[in-house]
T-cell receptor, first 114, second 115 residues
Framework: AQSVTQPDIHITVSEGASLELRCNYS??????LFWYVQSPGQGLQLLLK??????LVQGIKGFEAEFKRSQSSFNLRKPSVHWSDAAEYFC????????????FGGGTRLMVKP | EAGVAQSPRYKIIEKRQSVAFWCNPI?????LYWYQQILGQGPKLLIQ????????DSQLPKDRFSAERLKGVDSTLKIQPAKLEDSAVYLC?????????????FGPGTRLTVL
C-alpha cells in the first residue's frame, strides 16, 4: 500500500528566507506526486504535480519540487517566503492503477515570522 | 469557472443525531470524491464516484455513513448516527476523470463538530 510521510509537523521561517518542506513516499511503481496548500477555512489548492519527465517541477506562487527516485522524496522548495505563505502543506501520492486515488501525508504547518 | 461548492460550511450536532452534507462539483467533472480530514491529519478518502456509480468505498464506515450521487452531478454524504470521533472536516473534490493525471479540485469543506 502506498504511504506518504511528512517528517516536519511544524516549521517556522523568517519572511524572505528560503523554505524546504520534506516529503517521503512509499509506492511500488512510478508515483504521481502532488503538493497541496490549505489556508485556514479553505479547501486544498494544488501547488504542483509530478507525473513523469523533468524531475524538477515548477508550480504556482513561486514553489518548486524535485522528485528523487533514489531517495523516495518529493521535497517542496521556495527561495523566498512571503507572509502569505503561512498555511498547511500536504504532500500526496496518486495511484493511477486505482483510479486516481490520493494518499495524503499528515501535513506540515508553516509559520512565517516578520 | 466556478469551483466545488459545499454546504453547510459548519455543523454542530450531538452524538447519535444524523447529519447530511452536500457537494456540487465543477461542471463537467465525472469523478467526485469525499474525504474526511481529522484535525492535525491529512485528508483520508472515504468514497469515490464515477458519474453516478461508486468506484471505491473501501474506507467508508458503512454502518453509519452513506453517500449518493443519483444524477451523476451533485452528491450528499450522510452520517447516521454520529459519533464523537466523526468530528472532522469533510472535503468534497472533483476531477474530469479517473486518470492519475486528472487534477482533483477541492471544495472549502464542511466542519462537523459532534458533542
Amino acid at each position: 500500500a502506498q504511504s506518504v510521510t511528512q517528517p516536519d509537523i511544524h516549521i517556522t521561517v523568517s519572511e524572505g528566507a528560503s523554505l524546504e518542506l520534506r516529503c517521503n513516499y512509499s509506492y511500488g511503481a512510478t508515483p504521481y506526486l502532488f503538493w497541496y496548500v490549505q489556508s485556514p477555512g479553505q479547501g486544498l489548492q494544488l501547488l504542483l504535480k509530478y507525473f513523469s519527465g523533468d524531475t524538477l517541477v515548477q508550480g504556482i506562487k513561486g514553489f518548486e519540487a524535485e522528485f528523487k527516485r533514489s531517495q523516495s522524496s518529493f521535497n517542496l522548495r521556495k527561495p523566498s517566503v512571503h507572509w502569505s505563505d503561512a498555511a498547511e502543506y500536504f504532500c500526496a501520492v496518486g495511484d493511477n492503477n486505482a483510479g486516481n486515488m490520493l494518499t495524503f501525508g499528515g501535513g506540515t504547518r508553516l509559520m512565517v515570522k516578520p | 469557472e466556478a469551483g466545488v461548492a459545499q454546504s453547510p460550511r459548519y455543523k454542530i450536532i450531538e452524538k447519535r443525531q444524523s447529519v447530511a452534507f452536500w457537494c456540487n462539483p465543477i461542471s463537467g467533472h465525472a469523478t467526485l470524491y469525499w474525504y474526511q480530514q481529522i484535525l492535525g491529519q491529512g485528508p483520508k478518502l472515504l468514497i469515490q464516484f464515477q458519474n453516478n456509480g461508486v468506484v471505491d468505498d473501501s474506507q467508508l464506515p458503512k454502518d453509519r455513513f452513506s453517500a449518493e450521487r443519483l444524477k451523476g452531478v451533485d452528491s450528499t454524504l450522510k452520517i447516521q448516527p454520529a459519533k464523537l470521533e466523526d468530528s472532522a472536516v469533510y472535503l468534497c473534490a472533483s476531477s474530469l476523470g479517473r486518470a492519475g493525471q486528472d487534477t482533483q479540485y477541492f471544495g472549502p469543506g464542511t466542519r462537523l463538530t459532534v458533542l
